[in-house]
């Protein structure tokens, strides 16, 4: 899964879980809302390109 996401993706997501530890050292509970919101927004995203992947013939 690593090698998919490539070096952008990987620094992308390193960035993002050290913002959300960062945020956990302040709030435990907004730190978990932020996560629980990503979390959210991976899934509807990867819907969409599914989707529209699907519409177009490539899955």
């Known amino acids: 899964m690593i090698r998919k996401l490539g ?3 990987v620094g992308g997501s390193v960035l993002v879980l050290v913002g959300i530890a960062l945020v ?3 709030s435990l509970q907004i730190a978990v809302g932020i996560a ?3 979390f959210g927004l991976a899934v509807v ?3 969409v390109v599914r989707s ?3 519409a177009w013939g490539m899955m």
Do not use: F, H, I, K
């Open 7 to 9: 070096p952008v993706g």
């Open 24 to 26: 956990a050292l302040e």
């Open 36 to 38: 629980l919101v990503l």
């Open 45 to 47: 995203v990867q819907a």
């Open 52 to 54: 529209v992947l699907g």
